[in-house]
Nanobody, 126 residues
Framework: QVQMVESGGGLVQPGGSLQLSCTASERTFSAYNIGWFRQAPGKEREFVTA????????VYADSVKGRFTISRDNTRSTVYLQMNSLKPEDTAVYYC???????????????????WGQGTQVTGSE
């Protein structure tokens, strides 16, 4: 099973930017779609974005479209989440995860993902 480690979280003012990274431990990383999810206090974990194993397809939640960009570098086994124009409501713990099934279409449901990182905190200050 692919192990994922997130980094790059922090405190940011409204309108600011952050880049999160998600690095995998396995060389088979390149076979899997990778997603970012987030969970705010007292709320359910929600889908943010995902990128296909080949990088030719991405999906975004409406709440982040036009502000967030997902990308991947399979040579580094790393997926990036560039977050611009951050809002206080973006405050959450952000998790990356790999889909259970390799080489499939992107799935935005959390149950499709079987390898989760420990999360990184993003806090938008008022």
């Amino acid at each position: 099973q692919v192990q994922m480690v997130e980094s790059g979280g922090g405190l940011v003012q409204p309108g600011g930017s952050l880049q999160l990274s998600c690095t995998a431990s396995e060389r088979t990383f390149s076979a899997y779609n990778i997603g970012w999810f987030r969970q705010a206090p007292g709320k359910e974990r929600e889908f943010v974005t995902a990128i296909s194993w080949s990088s030719d397809s991405t999906v975004y939640a409406d709440s982040v479209k036009g502000r967030f960009t997902i990308s991947r570098d399979n040579t580094r086994s790393t997926v990036y989440l560039q977050m611009n124009s951050l809002k206080p409501e973006d405050t959450a713990v952000y998790y990356c995860a790999a889909e259970r099934v390799p080489y499939g279409p992107i799935d935005s449901g959390p149950t499709a993902y079987g390898s989760w990182g420990q999360g990184t905190q993003v806090t938008g200050s008022e």
